[in-house]
């Protein structure tokens, strides 16, 4: 056959340099991820080798613990516990860091990057605090350093945002992106849970870690956010910059509240960028979505990113947003880039970040739900309303629960400052005629 007729017959990202190479790769890590990699490139890479023309052969994996049990078939003399030895042996042409955490990942990565080879990464801690560092890294390297998997596991977004919207104007990214904390508040929701039992059950089912605080106090959705953050708007938003509550707080009454009021209570991460300052406002916290919005249908652990842009409209992307088997097909597909690109020659830039300008949640502006309780007396109600329009916060739903001593009244405002709202609460909380102030959630998506 002619070389012609041969480019002519191959998958289209199949060229005739790639053709018979072998990328030869090193994992650091062999635990959820890294295993379920290392079984997901044995099954695929027949077919990987005939789309790309390149064999993929996992040659070294490293660990902490050799004598551990493992759910994966190594060939003797795979398995170390030398990280830095498998990034600098120059057998190995790319590395897959699925270790976590900040180090030694840190050092491997940039070690691997400095030496040449591209990096594929699902850690999320590292690159929401030093990721501009080491995409600055891998450009002056010249080599790629890809972390689809990073946020949202198996959910394509991040090629999404870097490639196919990277000309679009995207003006916010929102998602659920913690399927722990969407577990229990679907939990809570559907049958009624309060928040201990459900995260016992979620503890219980192996959705959550035995100490869930990364989780459930959005640790995690927070890192997730500031990477998808700076990806959409080009700038460099760092986990610092990401204002965070979590669900701890959420309780059965106001679960029921929403409900009743036709909303769903979510952990929402939310990266907003304000068209005409360029200011970015970053936040993770349980908010109110609508029945009718498309991210209230999102159940049990699964994810979904809403992404807004002024050109594409709308769009959402929903799947396992964690896993071992959906983290590690997002890992492969970024190795498959990685290695087309390292045969040809060639990689993808992230290019560079922008100083972002954070917007602090006080500055933010959102709708209200607030509840309280209150004495049963005459005038109440219009003292509580003078408190709102006191601090320049307009009502647009007011509704009372319960009568005499019970009485509860919730509001919804209209969009408010947070500091003016939060200025609300503190008057409220000085009146004698209001016994406490409960509840108050964001809306977000009406
Ligand atoms: N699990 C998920 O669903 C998921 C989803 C998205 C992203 N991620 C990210 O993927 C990464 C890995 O997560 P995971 O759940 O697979 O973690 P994991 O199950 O705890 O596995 C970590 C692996 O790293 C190894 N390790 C730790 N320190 C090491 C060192 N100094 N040198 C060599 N190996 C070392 C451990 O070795 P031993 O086995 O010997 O202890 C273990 O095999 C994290 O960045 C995480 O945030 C995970």
Do not use: W
């Not at 890590?29 to 077919?47: H, I, P, W, Y």
């Not at 613990?65 to 060939?75: E, G, I, K, T």
């Not at 707080?249 to 029921?256: E, F, K, Q, Y």
């Amino acid at each position: 056959m002619f070389l012609g007729d041969l480019a002519h017959s191959l998958d289209p990202v199949t060229t005739v340099e790639s053709q018979g190479k072998v990328v030869r790769i090193g994992v650091l890590g062999c635990g959820n991820v890294g295993a379920a990699f290392v079984r997901l490139v044995e099954q695929q890479s027949s077919t990987i080798e005939l789309r790309t023309g390149i064999r993929l052969e996992v040659v070294s994996v490293a660990v902490r613990n050799m004598s551990r049990d493992r759910d994966v078939q190594l060939p003797e003399g795979h398995l170390t516990r030398d990280a830095h030895a498998v990034v600098s042996d120059p057998s190995i042409d790319l590395i897959v860091e699925v270790i976590g955490g900040i180090e030694p990942a840190r050092e491997l990565i940039t070690a691997a990057l400095a030496a040449g080879k591209p990096v594929v990464t699902a850690n999320k801690e590292l690159l929401a605090n030093v990721g501009a560092e080491l995409y600055a890294a891998a450009d002056a390297a010249g080599v790629d350093l890809l972390f689809e998997a990073a946020v949202a596991g198996g959910i394509p977004v991040i090629r999404a945002l870097r490639e196919s919207l990277r000309g679009e104007p995207v003006s916010r990214v929102m998602g659920i992106i913690n399927g722990t904390t969407n577990f229990i508040l679907t939990k809570m929701t559907e049958e009624g849970a309060d928040y201990s039992a459900a995260l016992s059950e979620a503890q219980r089912l192996g959705f959550a870690e035995r100490d869930p605080t990364a989780d459930v106090e959005g640790f995690d959705a927070g890192a997730k956010a500031a990477i998808l953050a700076s990806i959409a708007f080009g700038a460099k938003v760092v986990a610092g910059d990401v204002y965070h509550e979590g669900i701890s707080r959420v309780t059965a009454a106001d679960i029921a509240v929403a409900k009743r009021l036709g909303y769903v209570i979510k952990l929402l991460g939310i990266a907003e960028r304000d068209r005409e300052t360029g200011e970015i406002a970053v936040r993770v916290h349980p908010a109110m979505v609508p029945n009718t919005h498309p991210l209230a249908s999102v159940r049990e652990s699964y994810n979904a990113v809403f992404i807004e842009g002024d050109a594409v409209g709308s769009l959402m992307f929903y799947g396992r947003g964690a896993g071992g088997n959906p983290t590690a097909s997002a890992v492969l597909g970024d190795v498959i880039d990685a290695a087309v690109n390292l045969v040809k020659g060639t990689h993808g830039s992230i290019g560079s970040f922008a100083k972002a300008v954070i917007r602090p949640i006080d500055e933010t502006s959102s709708e209200y739900l607030l509840s309280m309780e209150v004495a049963d007396k005459p005038g109440v109600l219009h003292a509580v309303t003078g408190a709102f329009a006191n601090n320049g916060v307009s009502i647009r739903a007011a509704e009372q629960e319960g009568i005499g001593a019970d009485a509860r009244l919730v509001f919804i405002t209209h969009e408010a400052k947070e500091s003016d709202l939060q200025a609300t609460v503190r008057q409220l909380r000085e009146m004698d005629v209001v016994k406490q102030v409960g509840g108050m959630l964001r809306v977000v998506g009406s």
